[in-house]
């Protein structure tokens, strides 16, 4: 196996299970979150206002490090460095 | 497949770009100004107004009402920043249904460059709020070990707010052009509707936490000198 094959193994995989571990976790924090939002609710439905907001807000800032891992993926996938300087090093090759 | 509004170049003589971020961000700056001069040329303050000014009302009194409920007891200060980061915020993600457009905060110039503004904007109000010293000192409490703690923290809040608001638009844009090679019409409609959706509450978000940012640097830490009021018996 040589180099680029190497580099795009890993970065595939990676990529995969980045988005895949990296979805999962923030998912099940969530859920805890609606329904601990949903039970204040209701047994307080008045402070429904401030429970709703609050609830917005935590759930952004969990789906943020799912969105931290979304990125990541992408950039594994699309703008990969290593995978470009493989294809910068072929392409030198080839016009050589 | 294109990642940001960055690579969509309009025109270039050398380095200089007129890329997509920067023509759909002036276009937006353009129809908000333009927009808002228009309606606000004459305002009435009887009951018969024109239907956009009651809009330009109604918007402006729900901002105030959520700066108030946050923790910032004169909306009036805050106002012109945090309703101007939701309006431009909440108008990028609205104006996806313009087909051809692509919304300049899928890029993280432009989601850098709102964190860049709340970041320096936290300080400023804090500083007119406490005074120099009062506010410096808020660095230091609880105790002096949590110096460092907070310098980071505010560093990483501001990189959070940034990719936050750049990984949702980004990745609303990217399953529409992913699911638009696959199927095309009725699923990449759903996606369009929940990426207004996620788009609007990302709106939210970055302003409320901009405004919970600056009602953490301004909130008077004076103890409490009047005696509370006797209860009614």
Redesign the interface.
């Known amino acids: 196996m040589d180099s680029s094959t190497i580099i795009a193994v890993a970065s595939i995989a990676t990529a995969g299970l980045t988005t895949g571990i990296g979805c999962m976790c923030p998912a099940l924090g969530e859920g805890r979150a609606v329904a601990s939002a949903l039970t204040s609710l209701a047994q307080q439905p008045d402070a429904s ?2 429970i709703t ?1 609050t609830l ?2 935590g759930l ?1 800032m969990i ?2 490090t799912a ?2 891992c ?2 990541v993926s ?1 950039i594994l996938i ?2 990969n460095p290593f995978w470009n300087n493989v294809i910068a090093g072929a392409a030198h090759a080839a016009g050589k | ?1 294109r ?1 940001s509004p960055d690579q969509l170049i309009f025109w270039q003589h050398g380095w200089i770009k007129l890329n997509g971020t920067i023509v759909f961000t002036w276009g937006l700056m353009l129809v908000l100004a333009v927009g808002a001069k228009l309606i606000t040329h004459n305002l009435s303050t009887e009951l018969k107004r024109t239907r956009w000014q009651n809009l330009l009302e109604m918007i402006v009194t729900s901002i105030e009402k959520q700066i108030e ?1 946050v923790g910032l007891p004169h909306p009036e200060k805050y106002i012109g920043f945090l309703g101007t980061l939701f309006l431009f915020v909440a108008l990028a993600a609205v104006c996806t249904v313009i087909p051809g457009y692509e919304p300049p905060t899928g890029s993280l110039s432009t989601t850098a460059a709102l964190a860049l503004c709340v970041f320096v904007a936290v300080p400023l109000f804090g500083i007119e709020e406490q005074g120099l010293g009062g506010y410096l000192k808020t660095y230091v409490e609880p105790t002096v070990i949590m110096l460092p703690f907070n310098l980071i923290s505010e560093l990483s809040r501001t990189l ?1 707010l940034a ?2 608001l ?3 638009m ?2 609303g844009a ?1 399953i529409i052009a992913i699911l638009l090679t696959i199927t095309p019409y009725i699923f990449p409609l759903i996606m369009t509707v929940l990426g207004l959706l996620t788009g609007m ?2 709106a ?2 970055f302003s ?2 901009a405004a ?1 940012y600056i009602a953490a640097a301004t909130r008077t830490r004076k103890p409490r000198t009047q005696p509370e009021p006797a209860p009614a018996t």
């Open positions: 206002a401030t907001r917005f807000v952004a789906e943020s969105i931290y979304f990125v992408m699309f703008a | 497949m990642l409920e959070a990719v936050r750049f990984g949702n980004m990745s990217m509450v990302q939210y978000i409320i936490l919970v």
